[in-house]
């Protein structure tokens, strides 16, 4: 049973509570790395393929490389916050039936 409803034995508030916290630690903290590397990647490449005449100012590729402005943002309000994630997720809303089949 383990195998198959690993949280079974825990009360159900708790469960939210351990989904939540483990859906900020991975998902969220994953895809923010994710946009991160990918925002970098992107400015690796312009900055190799451009390096002598590369002025991030005026090159039309610019743009698509700058990391934007929400990301920047949100980077700072994890930290501020000391959650470390750069999204705010919604909580766990919980199932109008808790007592039987949900």
Known sequence: ?????????????????????QM?????????????REFQKRQQDLHRTNARDFDSATHPSADRARMPAW?????????????????ETDPIRPAPVQVGYR
């Not at 049973?1 to 916290?21: F, G, I, N, W």
């Not at 900020?24 to 991160?36: F, N, S």
């Open 71 to 87: 990301i920047l943002d949100s980077q700072q309000r994890g930290k501020a916050s000391g959650s470390g994630t750069m999204l």
């Open 24 to 36: 900020a630690a991975a998902c969220v903290t994953k895809a923010c790395r994710g946009i991160r």
């Open 1 to 21: 049973l383990d195998v198959v409803t690993p949280l079974h034995r825990m009360p159900y508030a708790e469960q939210l509570q351990l989904k939540q916290s």
